[in-house]
């Protein structure tokens, strides 16, 4: 049973920075598995934002981020980040972290039925 712990969340102005993180625990080996960050806000699907695969050879992103977010691993740390930079207002949502369902596989990395292990999130607000 692999456990995901988010951090890095807050409250930030349009234009603004922040770095996510995801530590992985359990559940090895964290380092075969693609690694997916997904938001959500109210009412709304999980949305899919970027992914980065189990040897960080292949990184994916939503277009809504792309140019803007970069998403990185360390799998000696077990350790995905999420940089977010150039922050929009829209930008405002709970930013979870999960695992792909399969090793060595990229798959429907959009999809979040393709995931298994979630974190509980982290809240991202990006306020004027």
């Known amino acids: 049973q692999m456990q995901l712990v988010e951090s890095g969340g807050g409250l930030a102005q349009p234009g603004d920075s922040l770095k996510l993180s995801c530590v992985a625990s359990?559940?090895?080996?964290?380092?075969?598995?693609?690694m997916g960050w997904f938001r959500q806000t109210p009412g709304k699907e999980r949305e899919f934002v970027a992914a980065?695969?189990?040897?960080?050879?292949?990184?994916y992103y939503a277009e809504a981020v792309k140019g803007r977010f970069t998403v990185s691993r360390d799998n000696d740390k077990n350790t995905v980040y999420l940089q977010m930079n150039s922050l929009k207002l829209e930008d405002s949502a709970v930013y979870s972290c999960?695992?792909?369902?399969?090793?060595?596989?990229?798959?429907?990395?959009?999809?979040?039925?393709?995931?298994?292990?979630w974190g509980q999130g982290t809240q991202v607000t990006v306020s004027s």
């Open positions: 980065v695969s189990w040897a960080a050879g292949e990184t």
């Open positions: 359990g559940g090895m080996p964290f380092k075969d598995y693609t």
């Open positions: 999960a695992r792909n369902v399969n090793m060595f596989s990229s798959t429907a990395y959009a999809s979040p039925g393709t995931y298994t292990y």
